[in-house]
């Protein structure tokens, strides 16, 4: 079965340093993941895909299929990055239908 | 467009009441989701519709949860009675037909408290 685990509930980082939230996955085939964010009493909304290999507010996330993997880095953390983080995936069979993880709280603070 | 709607942002509710949570998902979107979100539990995904039919409601709690979807542009979720376990963050999300790669857009969620 198809799951997503984020084992960090809170990070704490400082202004400045790196971010590396971890996101694994399982999953049979090759699997479509997704970072979702939701910053403070707004709504939950798309961050980036990983088919679309790109960079949104300095994130980046690399698929690792060897270590199925999907964590997503950003060189310096920006206090504007505090937020509600989830990792997600597809139900096997349908593309629109994501499993998401339990979510992981950045905390960006001076 | 203004996104998925949702309404009413905040209800607080006495245990045993009825609560009716409602959406208007994005005009065009095939899906329509409901989704709950707690502290311990995160987001999870309580059924979803397409094309207004419900498809998978194997997320629902229990009989007290329940969700329709009449027309393409509306759909509730109604608890009855309410418990205070059912305090939550409830979302509602739309999107198009599947494909790799589509994005779920959600509403700005409906806060529930029961006392």
């Known amino acids: 079965a198809q799951r997503v685990t984020q084992p960090e509930k809170l990070l704490s980082v400082f202004k400045g340093a790196p971010v590396e939230l971890k996101c694994n996955y399982s999953?049979?085939?090759?699997?479509?993941l997704f970072w979702y964010v939701q910053y403070s009493r707004q709504r939950l909304q798309l961050l980036l895909r990983?088919?679309s290999r790109e960079s949104i507010k300095g994130f980046t996330a690399d698929l690792n299929k060897g270590e199925t993997s999907f964590h997503l880095k950003k060189p310096f953390a920006q206090e504007e990055d505090s937020a509600m983080y989830y990792c997600?995936?597809?139900?096997?069979?349908?593309?629109?239908?994501?499993?998401f993880g339990t979510g992981t709280r950045l905390q960006v603070t001076l | 467009d203004a996104g998925v709607i949702q309404s009413p942002r905040h209800e607080v509710t006495e245990m045993g009441q009825e609560v009716t949570l409602r959406c208007k998902p994005i005009?065009?979107?095939?899906?329509l989701f409901w989704y709950r979100q707690t502290m311990m539990r995160g987001l999870e995904l309580l059924i979803y519709?397409?094309?207004?039919?419900?498809?998978?409601d194997s997320g629902m709690p229990e009989d007290r949860f329940s969700a329709k979807m009449p027309n393409a542009s509306f759909s509730t979720l109604k608890i009855q009675p309410s418990e205070p376990r059912d305090s939550a963050v409830y979302f509602c999300?739309?999107?198009?037909?599947?494909?790799?790669?589509?994005?779920?857009?959600f509403g700005e969620g409906s806060w529930l408290t029961v006392v």
């Open positions: 999300a739309s999107s198009v037909l599947p494909s790799p790669g589509n994005t779920i857009y």
């Open positions: 999953y049979s085939g090759s699997p479509e």
């Open positions: 990983h088919i």
């Open positions: 997600a995936l597809p139900r096997a069979g349908t593309a629109s239908k994501l499993t």
């Open positions: 005009s065009g979107h095939d899906y």
């Open positions: 519709f397409n094309n207004n039919v419900p498809i998978d």
